[in-house]
């Protein structure tokens, strides 16, 4: 398995300008998760899926970010418009869900965005 | 709800010293424990897990055995490399309540020649 593909690698955008990120897990998973890593505050969890469906988006900062997951191979996290504060590292990961609770994620290379 | 503290970094050594990176959590339930490691320009992978108390998880020379009874599971490496620099993630994932991971705000590592 090729692992959980994220693109872009970077996307550097003026602000105001929508933003497009794009995620495809592993095969078979049936989680998936939308992590932002930056300096100041750590990797903070936007929003994940079971099974295709959003079930906690209590971490996306603003009605800007939109996330989506048509299908069980793909996903987009999508901003608009886009701010300088929305600059950072944006993971995707995915997961099998277990009932034993040791749910193992596995994390694509990240996108980074640059909003000038 | 559930929470995990790491020490704060970075932590700085010499190539073939002791590590450790303290690690504590509070959870509800039965909680699994995991470290995941960050190399640079990469994402997260899993270094090693325990699933229950007195567990020792291990991988790459790594160790980390999970006390209920101190609610640790600090991460403990007999002799470090250049290779090693890097930032460690301790992270919970917790049976009784949300399966979702709740991470540490992890510990950056750099090791000298």
């Known amino acids: 398995d090729a692992g959980v593909i994220q693109s872009p690698r970077h996307e550097v955008t003026e602000m105001g300008q929508e933003v497009t990120l794009r995620c495809k897990p592993i095969s078979g998973h049936n989680s998936l998760f939308w992590y932002r890593q930056t300096m100041m505050r750590g990797l903070e969890l936007l929003i994940y899926?079971?099974?295709?469906?959003?079930?906690?988006d209590s971490g996306m900062p603003e009605d800007r970010f939109s996330a989506k997951m048509p299908n069980a191979s793909f996903s987009t996290l999508k901003i608009q418009p886009s701010e300088p504060r929305d600059s950072a590292v944006y993971f995707c990961?995915?997961?099998?869900?277990?009932?034993?609770?040791?749910?193992?994620?596995?994390f694509g290379a990240g996108s980074r965005l640059t909003v000038l | 709800g559930d929470s995990v503290t790491q020490m704060e970094g970075p932590v700085t050594l010499s190539e073939e010293a002791f590590l450790t990176i303290n690690c504590t959590y509070t959870a509800t339930g039965y909680p699994s424990l995991f470290w995941y490691v960050q190399y640079p320009g990469e994402g997260l992978q899993l270094l090693l897990k325990a699933t229950k108390a007195d567990d020792k998880g291990s991988n790459k020379g790594f160790e980390a055995t999970y006390r209920k009874e101190t609610t640790s599971f600090h991460l403990e490496k007999g002799s470090v490399q250049v290779s090693d620099s890097a930032v460690y993630f301790c992270?919970?994932?917790?049976?009784?309540?949300?399966?979702?991971?709740?991470f540490g705000r992890g510990t950056s590592l750099i090791v000298h020649p």
């Open positions: 992270a919970l994932s917790d049976t009784g309540g949300s399966y979702i991971p709740t």
């Open positions: 990961a995915s997961s099998l869900r277990a009932s034993s609770g040791a749910n193992v994620l596995t």
């Open positions: 899926f079971n099974n295709n469906v959003p079930i906690d």
